[in-house]
C-alpha cells in the first residue's frame, strides 16, 4: 500500500510509534531512578536505625578524609601521563626490528604484567632501599603506578599503531618523509584517538588502584579513612566516607570520558 | 607533445613473494611528458612492478632510476641508512596515488597537502600555502580547503590526493587504481583530472582498469602478464589491434565483462 493511497493513516501510525518509543524509554528511567532511590534509601535508613549515622562525626573527621582525595587525585594524574608516555616508548620497542629494543620492551611488559601491583608498591618503598635507593612514599606510588600501567598501555599503544591502516603510513612513505617523521606526525596522532576510551577507563582504574598505596604509608584517601576509622573507634563511618568519595570521583571522570569519547568520534574519521 | 629525456628508467625489475616471481624482468622506460599505462588482468603484476619504481616494495633483483637518482635493488640490506636514504630521494621524485587515496584522516585538505612540503622539503609555510592553493583551485577544490577528508566524497579524495602529490613537485606521478574504489558516478571527475593532467604534459604511469580512459590519454600502453612484458606500443595498436595472442584474450575477455 503506498504512502500516497491513505496518508492520514501512514502518518498517524508513525506519529503513535513514535510517541510509544518516547513513553517506553521514560518510563525506563523513571523506573531506574526509582530503583536507585529505593536501595540507597533503605540502605541509609538501616545505617541510620542502627545508630550508625552520626552527622557530628562526619564534620570532625569528613574533612580530614576527603582531604586524602587530593593526594588521590594528584597521584593519579602524574602516573596516568608518566604511564601515557612509558607506554608510547614500550609500544615503539615492541614494534620495533631491533631485536635488543624489541627484547628490554618485551622484558618490561612481561615482568610488570607478571607480578601484582602490590608487590610492585612493596618492593620499590621497602626493598630498594636495601640497595641504597630510598625513595620516598609518595614517589614510590607513583612510580608503581606508572611503571605498572605503563606495561598494560604499552600492549593497548602496540594495537593503537597496528590500527592505524598500513596505507597511511605507505602514502607518508611515498611523500619522501623519514620514519621518524612518519610515525610522530602520521602514525601516532591516529593511533591516539584510537586509544584515548582506554586511557580514560585505565584512569578510572587507576583512581581506584591508587588506594593501594595507602600501605606504604601515603597519606591519600584510604589512608586517611582508614587512620580516622581507627582513631576515632568508627571505621564504619569512615570506610563509607572513602567508597563514597571513589564512587563520586569515577562517576565524574566518566562523564568527561564520555564526553571526550563522543568528541572523538565524531572528529574526523 | 615532443619527447623529453628519460625521467623513468626500471631495468630488469624482479620480485618475488617467497616463491611466488610476481616480476620476471620488466624493463621500462618513460620519457618527461609521456602518459604510460600498465594494464593486465589482476595478479598479473602491473600493481607491484608501480609500488617497485617507489620501492614501496623492495624489489628482487633490478635497477631503478628516476630523473637524476639511481637505486639498485637490495633486499639484502633493505634497512641500511644508505639505501633508505636512496629510496626516500626517488619517492621525493615520485609522487604516488592509491587506490583508497589515504589521505590523512587527521589534517584537513589543506594540512594534507603542506605536511610534506614543509616539513620534508622545508618549503616556508607561506609559500607551501600558496602552492597547495594553486594545485587545489587546479583540481576544482578550493572550497574545500579547511574540510577534513572524513568530509569529502571519494572522488574529491583522490582529487586532493592529485594536489597533494602534485605539491611536492614530482618529476613523475604514478596511479595505482585510482578509480577503483569508487562509486561510478565518481569516476568522471577523476579521469578528467588525470586527462587534463596528461595533456598538460605531465609525466605519468597509470595502472588502470579503464580502457576507454587508456585509449584517449596514454602515449604508450603496456600489456604485462603473469610478470613480464607481453606487448607495448600507443594504444591504438596495443588495445584496437593487439599482435599478441595473450593481449587479444585479454581484451577479449575484458570487453565481454564490461559489456555486461
Given amino acids: 500500500m503506498t504512502r500516497e493511497g491513505i496518508p492520514g493513516r501512514d502518518d498517524t501510525i508513525v506519529q503513535r510509534v513514535r510517541l510509544a518509543q518516547k513513553r517506553a524509554s521514560t518510563w525506563f528511567k523513571v523506573k531506574f531512578a526509582l530503583v536507585w532511590a529505593a536501595l540507597i534509601g533503605a540502605f541509609v535508613v538501616a545505617l541510620y536505625l542502627a545508630g550508625e549515622i552520626d552527622l557530628e562525626w562526619t564534620a570532625t573527621w569528613g574533612p580530614l578524609i576527603l582531604d586524602g582525595a587530593r593526594t588521590t587525585i594528584l597521584l593519579t594524574v602524574i602516573s596516568i601521563v608518566l604511564a601515557v608516555i612509558l607506554a608510547i616508548l614500550g609500544a615503539l620497542g615492541r614494534l620495533s626490528s631491533n631485536a635488543v629494543v624489541y627484547a628490554i620492551a618485551s622484558l618490561y611488559v612481561s615482568l610488570v604484567r607478571g607480578t601484582p601491583l602490590l608487590v610492585q608498591i612493596s618492593f620499590i618503598y621497602l626493598a630498594l632501599p636495601q640497595v641504597g635507593l630510598v625513595i620516598p612514599a609518595f614517589e614510590s606510588g607513583i612510580i608503581a603506578l606508572s611503571f605498572n600501567y605503563g606495561a598494560y598501555l604499552t600492549e593497548i599503544f602496540r594495537a593503537g599503531i597496528q590500527a592505524v591502516p598500513p596505507g597511511q603510513r605507505e602514502a607518508a612513505q611515498a611523500l619522501g618523509m623519514h620514519e621518524r617523521h612518519v610515525m610522530r606526525r602520521i602514525v601516532l596522532p591516529q593511533a591516539v584517538r584510537i586509544v584515548i576510551p582506554a586511557i580514560g577507563n585505565d584512569f578510572i582504574a587507576m583512581i581506584k588502584d591508587s588506594a593501594l598505596v595507602s600501605t606504604i604509608a601515603v597519606q591519600e584517601l584510604l589512608w586517611r579513612a582508614e587512620r580516622a576509622g581507627r582513631q576515632s573507634l568508627n571505621s564504619l563511618q569512615a570506610l563509607l566516607v572513602a567508597a563514597l568519595v571513589y564512587w563520586v570521583l569515577t562517576i565524574i571522570f566518566s562523564f568527561f570520558q564520555e564526553r571526550l569519547e563522543k568528541r572523538m568520534a565524531r572528529g574526523d574519521r | ?260
Fill in chain 2, 1 to 260: 607533445m615532443e619527447l623529453g629525456e628519460v625521467v623513468v628508467r626500471a631495468t630488469g625489475i624482479e620480485k618475488y613473494f617467497g616463491d611466488h616471481h610476481v616480476l620476471r624482468g620488466v624493463d621500462l622506460e618513460v620519457r618527461a611528458h609521456q602518459t604510460v599505462m600498465l594494464v593486465g588482468r589482476s595478479g598479473s603484476g602491473k600493481t607491484t612492478m608501480l609500488r617497485c619504481l617507489n620501492f614501496l616494495e623492495e624489489p628482487t633483483v633490478g635497477v631503478v632510476e628516476i630523473d637524476d637518482v639511481r637505486v639498485e635493488a637490495d633486499p639484502l640490506h633493505a634497512r641500511s641508512r644508505r639505501h633508505q636514504e636512496q629510496i626516500r630521494q626517488i619517492r621525493l621524485r615520485a609522487g604516488m596515488l592509491f587506490q583508497d587515496f589515504n589521505l590523512f584522516p587527521h589534517m584537513t585538505v589543506l594540512q594534507n597537502c603542506i605536511e610534506a612540503p614543509t616539513r620534508v622539503k622545508r618549503i616556508p609555510k607561506a609559500e607551501a600555502v600558496a602552492t597547495a592553493e594553486r594545485f587545489l583551485d587546479k583540481v576544482g577544490l578550493m572550497d574545500k580547503r579547511d574540510e577534513h577528508p572524513a568530509r569529502l566524497s571519494g572522488g574529491q579524495k583522490q582529487r586532493v590526493a592529485i594536489a597533494r602529490a602534485l605539491c611536492m613537485e614530482p618529476k613523475v606521478l604514478m596511479f595505482d587504481e585510482p578509480t577503483s574504489a569508487l562509486d561510478p558516478e565518481l569516476v568522471g571527475e577523476v579521469l578528467k583530472t588525470m586527462a587534463e593532467l596528461a595533456h598538460e604534459g605531465t609525466t605519468m604511469i597509470v595502472v588502470t582498469h579503464e580502457m576507454s580512459f587508456a585509449r584517449e590519454a596514454a602515449d604508450r600502453v603496456i600489456y604485462l602478464d603473469e610478470g613480464l612484458i607481453v606487448e607495448q606500443g600507443p594504444p591504438e595498436q596495443v588495445l584496437d589491434a593487439p599482435r599478441e595472442e595473450l593481449t587479444q584474450q585479454f581484451l577479449r575477455r575484458f570487453l565481454r565483462d564490461t559489456e555486461t
